[in-house]
């Protein structure tokens, strides 16, 4: 039996304080292939934490009856440091409330890091530079001498992710049906996944502009395949963000279901042997991230929504309506917002009191809008 509990120790960056995360490593440690999934990079989304939860005990039952053929990674709670953000009874688990940083962008850019290591180097197998690569990308993290405790986590977390052929990072949205966030290149490679997951909407992106984590390792192997041409370079590792529905979606009986389907996932692949089952219904197809609109107001107000998660919408269709709060209309004065493309109301905001440039909904279109093209595609 393997299933382990350990766990990393940060060293805090104020007198007196260590912060632990706890996480654990599961299957046969000589199993050729590796899944990593981790939760709760924002710190303030919990439903990806009660899915795992929910997955470790079916991981440590298969682990018992010798069923695992691959080696897990389990990091319920990714960032212990985020989960300390208490502000007057608000939990404020995205950013860093010392810089500001978004825990879930700025990641480093491997390709750089490594890049002097990798050129010449390549061979003629995926095999031999996958490993080169994964190599390379290890001595640089061991190199590393990190300051802060956000740079310990995120080496820490890297360190546990880069050579996983799967690499699986648990979010949620505001209040959202459950979606995927993945790279161009893994699509429809991943389309079992969104299957199993029962993702309303698959959005691809090969740089959205923010540095975030789940397009460390596809940048790393897109990077290294486009300055190699000639060798082969794969993308070793599958890597997508998991959007398990909204802040507030966290129930067992969400939790469970999603962790039932993880794993039928799993099985599916042979990283578990066992009979999953039929694969759910297929969901749609994946489509551009600048495909969907960012539904954006362009002044404060509070927002009736007129359309439901889910709901299919039509260009030009009012959406919502803003309620004035300031001006001389101000508690009377509705105006309406509308789609700004053909789709499906993806996400919709849980505050409604929403201020000038903030996004109030995602609607997920089939056509690329301009003026998505090329640019930052990220809400914040
Ligand atoms: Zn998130």
């Not at 310990?152 to 690499?167: G, I, M, N, S, T």
């Not at 489509?287 to 030009?316: C, H, N, S």
Request: net charge negative; charged share 20%.
């Amino acid at each position: 039996m393997s299933f382990k509990r350990d766990a990393l120790l940060l060293k805090g960056d104020t007198p007196g304080s260590t912060i632990e995360l706890p996480f654990y490593r599961v299957g046969p440690s000589t199993a050729p292939e590796k899944v990593y999934l981790q939760a709760a990079l924002h710190a303030d989304e919990q439903p990806g934490t009660m899915l795992l939860h929910h997955l470790l005990p079916m991981l440590r039952q298969a682990d018992e009856q010798e069923l695992l053929r691959a080696r897990f990674v389990v990091v319920p709670m990714a960032n212990p440091i985020g989960m300390a953000n208490m502000v007057h009874r608000t939990h404020v688990g995205r950013y860093d409330l010392n810089t500001g940083v978004n825990y879930n962008r700025q990641w480093p850019d491997l390709f750089a890091m490594i890049r002097s290591s990798v050129v010449g180097r390549l061979g003629d197998s995926d095999a031999f530079n996958v490993n080169l690569i994964r190599k390379a990308v290890a001595s640089w993290i061991e190199a590393q001498q990190p300051r802060t405790s956000a740079e310990q986590l995120r080496l820490f977390l890297l360190k546990e992710a880069h050579d996983a052929e799967f690499v699986l990072d648990l979010h949620c949205d505001s209040d959202s049906l459950p979606y995927i966030y993945t790279s161009p290149e893994l699509m429809p490679e991943l389309q079992d996944l969104a299957d199993w997951m029962g993702a309303a909407a698959v959005m691809t992106a090969a740089d959205s502009g923010g540095g975030s984590f789940d397009e460390v390792l596809p940048q790393l192997y897109r990077k290294v395949a486009q300055t190699n041409p000639g060798k082969p370079v794969p993308m070793a590792s599958a890597t997508a963000t998991l959007e398990y529905r909204g802040l507030n979606d966290v129930f067992d009986h969400y939790g469970e279901q999603d962790a039932l389907r993880l794993f039928g996932f799993l099985c599916g692949r042979g990283l578990i042997e066992a009979d999953p089952g039929p694969v759910p219904s297929q969901t749609g197809e994946a489509t551009p991230f600048e495909a969907t609109e960012i539904v954006r107001v362009d002044r404060t107000g509070m927002v009736a929504y007129r359309v439901d998660l889910g709901q299919r919408v039509t260009k030009g269709q009012p959406v919502a309506d803003l309620i004035a709060m300031d001006g001389p209309e101000a508690f009377v004065a509705r105006t309406p917002i509308v789609a700004g493309t053909n789709g499906l109301v993806l996400t919709r905001s849980l505050r409604k009191y929403v201020t000038r440039g903030e996004g109030i909904m995602k609607i997920v279109g089939t056509t690329p809008l301009p003026a998505r093209k090329g640019g930052y595609l990220l809400e914040d």
